[in-house]
């Protein structure tokens, strides 16, 4: 399917690299009236490996740092929760100021009032990751279909891309398939050279990726990158915090494709885009047909703006139901 090659077999189906965070969500309360918030682990590239194993039955894995102190000990029991194979670069915390699993802040928002994301990634574990730290020779031995990462984690740091892509030329080296998400995070450009520097690290990769996502436009990711395959992008139109219209477009062997639009009533926008990613991923390794894999990204990517937290509570059975235009009629 679009030129991919993908291996048939694994020890991983799909394997995963960049940064685990812990976001504190107060609802639909503002931060600076909060009294209380919950927890969800996260991190771009995890929320994907996450819920291919949680939803759709994948053996995935994830590459990260890891820090030894209670909150490393609490995003290590969601990972392993979620059915995430780990491989981790250790830290030792000093007690006082690290390093650190970083922290994002981020409010629902409400009708007219939009969330609020600030971060502390203060001296980070993972933006502390250069290349030698995996060993991925051994890693990709035991069978990798997939490799994934994003510009998330790629704006931690002058090392971070470096170690992206040491690990893209090591999957492809072994014949995984290579997916990159852009995922630009303005705030996290800005500490690190900002614009600039973002597309010159983001050009560098795109060079070594087979499937990109996130693209502001699918036809013009393929001209400027020709050795892309597959490029593919969710279109979200926001009415309110709660009200949006959505959508995804994939450019597949040539062709075009767009799946239907459809008006979702949002309890948590957050993890959205990476539910996107994992039903498309999940549809182009199982061998689904270009149209079938595109609606199993845009259908589990809506579903999960309908749970709390940034990772999938949805069955496969919920997904392909909305991707071939299920409603939200009671089922008794």
């Known amino acids: ?104 802040y981020s409010d629902r928002g409400y009708g007219v009032r939009p969330p609020v994301v600030f971060y502390n990634r203060a001296n980070e574990a993972a933006a502390l990751l250069k290349p030698g730290d995996f060993d991925w020779k051994a890693i990709f031995a035991r069978g990798v279909r997939w490799f994934h990462s994003s510009g998330i984690f790629a704006a931690l740091s002058p090392t971070t891309s470096e170690v992206i892509l040491e690990a893209m030329q090591a999957a492809r080296s072994a014949g995984a398939i290579v997916s990159f998400d852009v995922n630009f995070r ?74 239907p639009t459809c008006e979702l009533d949002v309890y948590d926008r957050v993890g959205s885009g990476d539910g996107f990613s994992a039903g498309f991923f999940y549809g182009l390794l199982a061998g689904e047909t270009p149209e079938n894999a595109l609606r199993l990204g845009w259908a589990h990517g809506a579903l999960l703006t309908t749970f709390p937290g940034d990772t999938t509570m949805a069955k496969l059975a919920d997904v392909r139901a909305l991707a071939q235009g299920g409603s939200a009629q009671i089922q008794r």
């Open 186 to 259: 303005e705030k996290l450009w800005n500490a690190w050279g900002g614009a600039d520097r973002a597309e010159a690290v983001l050009r560098r990769i795109a060079q070594n990726v087979d499937v990109l996502v996130g693209v502001t436009s699918v036809e013009g990711a393929v001209k400027t990158y020709p050795g892309i395959k597959i490029a593919a992008a969710t279109q979200r139109q926001v009415h309110s915090a709660n009200r949006h219209t959505w959508s995804a477009t994939a450019w597949i062997d040539g062709q075009t494709y767009t799946t």
């Open 1 to 104: 399917m679009g030129g991919l090659d993908i291996p048939r077999e694994g020890a991983l189906d799909f394997l995963s690299l960049g940064a685990l965070v812990y976001r504190l969500d107060p609802g639909v309360v503002p931060f600076h009236k909060a009294t209380d918030c919950k927890i969800h682990v996260s991190g771009g590239e995890f929320n994907v490996a996450a819920n291919l194993a949680d939803c759709f039955g994948l053996p995935t894995g994830i590459a990260a740092a890891m820090v030894s102190y209670p909150i490393g000990d609490l995003i290590a029991e969601r990972v392993r929760a979620m059915g995430v194979q780990p491989f981790y670069k250790y830290f030792e915390h000093d007690g006082v100021h690290g390093p650190n699993m970083a922290t994002v």
